[in-house]
T-cell receptor, first 114, second 111 residues
């Protein structure tokens, strides 16, 4: 597609339920990032995929969070047993690999845990 | 992680100039991005610096000093539409691809 696509755009879920957030990066972009942004805050790094390398999971806040990237393209971020503090906007970005290549962001998924 | 520090909020007047500073840890540094984010929207790319010096792009300029771990974004002839958050992001790591963001600076432009 022309840009980074995320779905759903909004998700309301009950505490304790699992959710899956999807990201379709720009075609050909081998680097993919997930960030979390709470209201009025900066971007909190969650996970980074680059090509076939092992992902950098150092930003995942707990073992309830996991992410996959299938075929080097689409990525899914899964949050198990959601908690109210998981409520945030989850942003995905992709880029080409190499210095100076900007990351392009999707519009995000606004997750609300009630 | 890589500490990236920038002021939380700034206020400036329409037509004026404002400078938003950013400091970062220099270890493993490979470049510095500035992004603009309007409320409720995704961040959009503004500038990239990898060498020391000033990069000018219209009303916006960005400066980098690698030795000092310091960058700033300069906005000239401020317009009301410039009210937004400005995010400093450093490209870090051996592969030079780990993009880490600061907390963002919320700029309010007043008439």
């Amino acid at each position: 597609g022309a840009g980074v696509s995320q779905s759903p755009s909004n998700k309301v879920t009950e505490k304790g339920k699992d959710v899956e957030l999807r990201c379709d990066p720009i075609s050909g972009h081998t680097a993919l990032y997930w960030y979390r942004q709470s209201l009025g805050q900066g971007l909190e790094f969650l996970i980074y995929f680059q090509g076939n390398s092992a992902p950098d999971k150092s930003g995942l806040p707990s073992d309830r969070f996991s992410a996959e990237r299938t075929g080097g393209s689409v990525s899914t971020l899964t949050i198990q047993r959601t908690q109210q503090e998981d409520s945030a906007v989850y942003l995905c970005a992709s880029s080409l690999v190499g210095q100076g290549t900007e990351a392009f962001f999707g519009q995000g998924t606004r997750l609300t845990v009630v | 992680g890589q500490n990236i520090d920038q002021p939380t909020e700034m206020t400036a007047t329409e037509g004026a100039i404002v400078q938003i500073n950013c400091t970062y840890q220099t270890s493993g540094f490979n470049g510095l991005f500035w992004y603009q984010q309007h409320a409720g929207e995704a961040p959009t790319f503004l500038s990239y610096n990898v060498l020391d010096g000033l990069e000018e792009k219209g009303r916006f300029s960005s400066f980098l000093s690698r030795s000092k771990g310091y960058s700033y974004l300069l906005l000239k002839e401020l317009q009301m539409k410039d009210s937004a958050s400005y995010l400093c992001a450093a490209l870090m790591g051996d592969a030079g691809n780990m993009l880490t963001f600061g907390g963002g600076t919320r700029l309010m432009v007043k008439p």
